[in-house]
Antibody, heavy 116, light 108 residues
Framework: DVQLVESGGGVVRPGGSLRLSCAAS????????MSWVRQVPGKGLEWVSA????????GYADSVKGRFTISRDDGKNSLYLQMNSLRAEDTALYYC?????????WGQGTLVTVSS | EIVLTQSPGTLSLSPGERATLSCRAS???????LGWYHQKSGQAPRLLIY???SRATGIPDRFTGSGSGTDFTLTIARLEPEDFAVYYC?????????FGQGTKVEIK
């Protein structure tokens, strides 16, 4: 079975940094693009970033461009999101998702809280 | 950036009724790369439809996606109790990918 497990969330002060990880299993990780999507509790979904299978194509939402960096390690079957210069408005539940035909598998998310 | 506008915001229906959800794009969605997801409270989203009209693995045939260009529709033929949730459309044809704001399907 496909499994995606996010980790690395927590409480951080404004201006701080955090690195999220997503451990993948149950499929050939290196064959798929991956994505991060976030959701403020009680609100809608916001796409954050995506990376294709060979890291040759990266995409970011305007709201995080220049502050967040997506990367992957196929040897570790892992996806990452390095988040710098964090703001209060980055507070959300962060999901990783597999890019198959669309975002066909999702993890359960890791909560990031940016607060002083 | 392609803005997706979903309507209605809330749909109040009874089990067994038909639901029709709309997703309108501010510009044409490349390659009909349009997906539909539903999300139940406390759970991660689940993919229902990809490519505007193809059902994802394990999705029952009461869910039908249609449309192209800027106008897309998700139809649920007969609502089952587990279908009451929030539904989102998403375009993944042009970066930045974007989601609609969601339609809540609630029990009347």
């Amino acid at each position: 079975d496909v499994q995606l497990v996010e980790s690395g969330g927590g409480v951080v002060r404004p201006g701080g940094s955090l690195r999220l990880s997503c451990a993948a299993s149950g499929f050939t990780f290196g064959n798929y693009g991956m994505s991060w999507v976030r959701q403020v509790p009680g609100k809608g979904l916001e796409w954050v970033s995506a990376i294709n299978w060979n890291s040759g194509n990266l995409g970011y939402a305007d709201s995080v461009k220049g502050r967040f960096t997506i990367s992957r390690d196929d040897g570790k079957n892992s996806l990452y999101l390095q988040m710098n210069s964090l703001r209060a408005e980055d507070t959300a539940l962060y999901y990783c998702a597999r890019k198959g035909a669309a975002l066909d598998y999702w993890g359960q998310g890791t909560l990031v809280t940016v607060s002083s | 950036e392609i803005v997706l506008t979903q309507s209605p915001g809330t749909l109040s229906l009874s089990p067994g009724e038909r639901a029709t959800l709309s997703c309108r794009a501010s510009q044409s969605v490349t390659g009909s790369y349009l997906g539909w997801y539903h999300q139940k409270s406390g759970q991660a989203p689940r993919l229902l439809i990809y490519g505007a009209s193809s059902r994802a693995t394990g999705i029952p045939d009461r869910f039908t996606g249609s449309g192209s260009g800027t106008d897309f529709t998700l139809t649920i033929a007969r609502l089952e109790p587990e279908d009451f949730a929030v539904y989102y459309c998403q375009q993944y044809g042009s970066s930045p990918w974007t989601f609609g704001q969601g339609t809540k399907v609630e029990i009347k």
